[in-house]
C-alpha cells in the first residue's frame, strides 16, 4: 500500500464522518416551518359493542394462548378483535355521532390484559369531517389511563403526529365498553 492511497482513504473517511455528523445535528434540530406550538385537541367517546345484533366489534381470530381473563368465553393471547365502533360526543350511545373507529385489537402481553391496538378515527361530523386519523399502541386495558400515538392522517390531518389519552369510561365485561379519548393533534402546516 502507498502512503498516498492511505492519505486518500483517510480524507474520504474525514469527509464521510463531517458530513454524518452535519446531518445528524441538522435533522435533530430542524422542524416543520409553520409546525403548531399546540396541538389541536378533541375529546371523542368510542362505543365497543360486543354483544346482540348491532356488535361493532367482532372476534375473528380465537386465541390459543394462556388464558388472561377467564369467563365464557375466556379472553386469550392470540385472540384478534376487528372493530367498527361509533364515536360520538359524549358517553351516552345516543348523543351526537362523530365518526367511528375501524381498525382491529389483538391480545398482544402473554403476562396481563393488554391489546395492540391499531384503528382509523373516521371524522364524519364536525369541523374535521372527512379526515382520519391513525392510532396505534399498547392498551392495558385495566389502567385508568393509557397513551396510544398517533401516527398518522388524512384531509386536515396529513402527516399528523400526537397522542390519544384513553380512559375507560363504562365497561361491562366481556360485553360492552365506553372509551373515553381525549386527541391530542400536531398537524403540520405544509400537509
Same mark, same amino acid.
Given at each position: ?7 486518500? #482513504?483517510?480524507?474520504? *473517511? ?33 362505543? /365497543? ?31 384478534? !378483535?376487528?372493530? /367498527? /365502533? ?18 382491529? *385489537? ?14 382509523? !378515527? !373516521?371524522?364524519?361530523?364536525?369541523? *374535521? ?16 389511563? #393509557?397513551?396510544?400515538?398517533? !401516527? ?5 390531518? #396529513?402527516?399528523?403526529?400526537? *397522542? ?28
Amino acid at each position: 500500500m502507498s502512503v498516498a492511497w492511505l492519505e486518500q #482513504r483517510s480524507v474520504y *473517511y474525514l469527509v464521510s464522518l463531517a458530513s454524518l455528523v452535519l446531518a445528524l445535528v441538522l435533522s435533530m434540530s430542524w422542524q416543520w416551518p409553520g409546525a403548531p406550538s399546540q396541538p389541536s385537541r378533541m375529546r371523542l367517546f368510542m362505543h /365497543d359493542v360486543l354483544t346482540g345484533p348491532g356488535a361493532t366489534a367482532v372476534g375473528v381470530v380465537n386465541g390459543t394462548g394462556p388464558v388472561l381473563i377467564g369467563g365464557e368465553p375466556p379472553l386469550r393471547f392470540g385472540q384478534v !378483535v376487528m372493530i /367498527d /365502533d361509533p364515536l360520538t360526543e359524549g358517553p351516552s350511545p345516543a348523543s351526537t355521532p362523530l365518526g367511528s373507529a375501524q381498525g382491529f *385489537y389483538a391480545f398482544a402481553s402473554m403476562h396481563g390484559p393488554a391489546v395492540l391496538l391499531c384503528m382509523n !378515527v !373516521v371524522l364524519t361530523a364536525g369541523p *374535521y369531517s372527512g379526515s382520519t386519523l391513525t392510532v396505534v399502541g399498547r392498551d392495558n386495558f385495566v389502567a385508568p389511563l #393509557r397513551e396510544l400515538s398517533v !401516527v398518522g392522517g388524512t384531509g386536515r390531518f #396529513r402527516m399528523a403526529t400526537g *397522542y390519544v389519552l384513553w380512559r375507560t369510561s363504562s365497561w361491562e365485561m366481556q360485553k360492552n365498553a365506553v372509551l373515553e379519548l381525549d386527541v391530542f393533534v400536531y398537524v403540520h402546516a405544509h400537509a
